[in-house]
């Protein structure tokens, strides 16, 4: 499927709310007028079986050498037990931080010095939880092939922090294609639009700070 066609479906089921008027406020700080909760896509048996494919269809293309799916938590882990189940590899979870009991563990599931994993990731912002899986793995002796993920907001930040971390990601859609998909399914207007695109703008060039 192309870009556009995920975004369509991200927008159909609500995963993807437009509010330039009325912005959301992100983990980090910043005001945004547009807000991602692509764990709405699993209420979607069509949608998430499609964008399971195309996760899939992405790791088949873009690295044929891996052996385990890891999906973050808690976003991710859905997603990643479809595309292991397609792909019939072993899958894992990765917490955000080791939990403080039990046995501490931060990567959940099993895993061997040999194996060569990608992360999946419903969406990619500036790439920050993404490359604390990344070390998680690392830290294991695990090489990390690279992340997919269904979103990512195209920013230049997270292409700085891949390209520091010597990993590259792959992406079902993006900013670009949401957008125009928005203005077809008339989920924003031709006048918010231009609202909307000076933000991502300025998110680009790092104008916007929390």
């Not at 499927?1 to 369509?8: D, G, P, T």
């Not at 949608?47 to 052996?67: D, M, V, W």
């Not at 292409?159 to 990601?169: G, I, K, P, Q, R």
């Amino acid at each position: 499927m192309s870009k556009k066609e995920i975004a369509h479906i991200l927008l159909k089921v609500g995963a993807v709310e437009l509010s330039p008027d009325d912005p959301f406020t992100w983990a980090s700080g910043i005001q945004s007028p547009i807000y991602c909760d692509n764990r709405l896509t699993m209420s979607d048996p069509a949608g998430r079986k499609q964008i399971a494919e195309g996760l899939a269809n992405l790791i088949s293309k873009h690295y044929p050498e891996t052996t385990l799916i890891a999906g973050t938590a808690t976003a991710g882990i859905p997603h990643a037990a479809w595309v292991a189940d397609i792909l019939g590899l072993p899958m894992v979870y990765i917490r955000s931080k080791a939990k403080g009991h039990g046995r501490s563990k931060q990567i959940e599931g099993k895993v061997k010095p040999e194996d060569k994993a990608i992360i999946i990731e419903d969406l990619i912002s500036t790439g920050g939880s993404s490359l604390n899986a990344v070390e998680a793995l690392r830290s294991e002796g695990i090489k990390v092939e690279g992340v997919v993920s269904i979103f990512t907001y195209e920013l230049a930040s997270a292409d700085v922090a891949f390209a520091e971390a010597n990993l590259s990601y792959k992406s079902l859609t993006d900013f670009g294609a949401l957008t125009e998909a928005a203005i077809e399914s008339g989920a924003i207007t031709n006048e918010s639009i231009i609202g909307l695109l000076e933000w991502h703008s300025k998110l680009k060039a790092g104008l916007l700070h929390s």
